[in-house]
């Protein structure tokens, strides 16, 4: 960060991580972005470098650690993307930002998350044995399929990590339903079986501000390919010719 007039005006785009995972995801994203917007990845505690902490499962705890995060840095226009378990942080965070009256963020996206109503299937199995959800997770393409055979790794290494994010995610279904101010962009793969395009058209009621569902190639994890970021950009870039222009910053403009 510089601190010049061009980088002012360039928005923080806010990046969530999907369940059981880290920002490794989004280390390619700035370079699709360009001067679009500024990445930013939120790693939550008990992954990569935050891996001593305790995971969060408590929806209040999750919006203390993230006003403490990113707070301070929310002076200037932000946008906010969450995949899986992210969408619904960043949907939840966005809904907070704006129930308390600060600034919100100009959009909203989500990818590969259904909204809270139609929680996922693989979040209503939180509570399975062991086994039972890792074969859960193998059924949906989460996990490789020896993991349905448990053992060390799997059961004491990959799916405590899991567990925990999956039971955040639906304590973040049961608090939060009511509509944004911001736009919504929801993001979906045809190919995804967690969050199917029905479903993830169903954002539409949370977005009476302006809604947008686009398709992308790839599964659950398109996050890790071109297509989310490069309708990022796009919207991001959008949304500053809407402001530079004087006008509202109306989703189906993008």
């Known amino acids: 960060m510089t601190g010049d007039a061009g980088e002012a005006a360039r928005p923080w785009l806010f990046c969530f991580h999907h369940a059981g995972a880290g920002v490794?995801?989004?280390?390619?994203?700035q370079n699709v972005l360009g001067d679009a917007a500024e990445v930013v990845p939120v790693l939550l505690p008990g992954r990569e470098t935050r891996v001593r902490e305790a995971r969060i499962t408590d929806p209040e705890q999750l919006l203390v650690e993230l006003d403490e995060l990113i707070g301070p840095l929310l002076d200037r226009p932000y946008l906010l993307y969450?995949?899986?378990?992210?969408?619904?942080?960043?949907y939840t965070f966005a809904r907070h930002?704006?129930?308390?009256g600060e600034r919100g963020p100009s959009l909203v996206s989500v990818g590969a998350v259904q909204p809270p109503h139609l929680r996922s299937p693989v979040?209503?199995?939180?509570?399975?044995?062991?086994?039972?959800?890792?074969?859960l997770l193998v059924s949906y393409d989460t996990l490789p399929p020896e993991a349905a055979h448990g053992g060390h790794v799997w059961e004491r290494r990959v799916l405590p990590a899991l567990r925990d994010d999956l039971r955040l995610a639906e304590a973040l279904c049961e608090i939060e339903h009511s509509p944004l101010r911001a736009p919504l962009l929801a993001l979906a793969s045809a190919e995804d079986p967690i969050a199917p395009l029905a479903g993830m058209a169903e954002w539409a009621d949370y977005a009476p501000g302006g809604?947008?569902?686009?398709?992308v190639t790839g599964s659950h994890f398109f996050v890790r390919g071109k297509a989310a970021p490069l309708a990022l950009r796009e919207a991001a870039l959008d949304?500053?010719?809407?402001?530079?222009?004087?006008?509202r910053p109306e989703l189906s403009a993008l």
Request: aromatic share 8%.
């Open 211 to 215: 809604f947008e569902l686009r398709t």
């Open 97 to 100: 930002r704006e129930r308390l």
């Open 24 to 29: 490794s995801c989004f280390a390619p994203w």
């Open 123 to 135: 979040v209503r199995g939180v509570d399975l044995p062991d086994l039972d959800l890792l074969r």
């Open 82 to 90: 969450g995949h899986s378990l992210g969408g619904l942080v960043a």
């Open 239 to 247: 949304l500053r010719y809407a402001r530079s222009d004087g006008l």
